[in-house]
């Protein structure tokens, strides 16, 4: 879970820098890279989400 947050923090800060900053230059690469990762958070937690609704959890704070 560290490896999304860092991911998010990653992808959030060049939003922040695509939106204030006057010249920024995010590369293809650095794109792709921050998409991927999305991809595979929103897998991650759908894959949680069907688990919960499968096994009939209710839904607590742990």
């Known amino acids: 879970m560290k490896e999304f947050g860092r991911a998010l923090r990653t992808a959030f800060g060049m939003r922040q820098k695509g939106d204030y900053a006057t010249e ?3 590369t293809k690469e650095e794109a792709e890279n921050v998409l991927k990762m999305a991809k595979k958070f929103v897998e991650e ?6 688990e919960r609704l499968l096994r009939g959890k209710q839904w607590i704070n742990i």
């Open 24 to 26: 920024i230059l995010v």
């Open 45 to 50: 937690v759908e894959k949680h989400l069907k």
